[in-house]
């Protein structure tokens, strides 16, 4: 089945051109089903490759999806025209009426400044508190993750010696968690920030499950007890040139940043990088949608 989007959304004939099945609006109205519905509060600052490398995956899946894209109205984005603002997404006051099957919430880079000095950190708080009886499952990415570890158990950032950056190796902690189905003993996620959650942080609180980690970035997934909070502090959903772009973003700048490690063949960022997490990327997102929101959320909220 398709994910269904806003129609003319940019990202669509992209898509469509890797062969993933995406349906505009008009189309999927005529259909007699119920279709999931997810919103997707996008943090990042060029949000249509996030919300392009976001559907992607979203979309490899036999459930339909119904897309809200959503934004801060208390931040104005630099990177994306407010054109495509106006007309693909919503405030959070727009929508938060509504019941959704599931949230996705991005990462943002403001990692290194405290969560209470971010500009729309009330508003975040505010969609974090609403999740709790308004969403049936949350998937939180990288400074998402680290909000809403923070926000929902009070797990503090701390800054690291030096950016983790990079596609790094990952072990999984239990396998029986549905959403570890199908991923490989040791499987590989990109990772892009200064900040980490500290493991015994996170294993020493009652409530929360490390599922995967990593000997050299520290945690990468991890679960709520009661299953409605998922934190991912990787990149599973990066597209094959995002860590490059960074990168290259950083070098033009004047950033003295290290060449992403395990990504370009022989450490070389004049070759094409090697992609090796697209299979689990593609596993995470699919059981989320399978077996913690369709398997779970009320036909009728």
Known sequence: MPINVPNKLPAIEELKNENIFIMEESQASHQDIRPLRVALLNLMPVKKVAETDLIRNLSNTSLQVELDLL????????????????????TFGEVKHKKYDGLIITGAPVELIEFEEVDYWEKLCEVLEWSKSNVTSTLHICWGAQ???????????????????GVFDHFITDRKHPL??????????????????????IKNHPDLTLLAWSEKVGSNIVLSNDNRQIFISGHLEYNPLTLKNEYDRDIAKGIDIEIPQNYFPENDPAKNPVIRWR???????????????????????
């Open 147 to 165: 909000a809403g570890l923070y926000y929902h158990y009070g797990i503090k950032k701390y800054p690291l010696a030096k950016k983790a950056f």
């Open 71 to 90: 934004y801060m109205d208390e931040h104005r984005s630099r990177n994306t025209p407010q054109e495509h603002m106006e007309v693909f997404y919503k």
């Open 279 to 301: 299979a689990h990327a593609n596993l995470l997102f699919t059981n989320w949608l399978n077996y913690y929101v369709y398997q779970v959320t009320p036909y009728e909220w």
């Open 180 to 201: 570890v189905r199908g991923f490989d003993d040791i499987f590989p996620a990109p990772h892009s920030r200064y900040t980490e959650n500290r493991l015994e942080d």
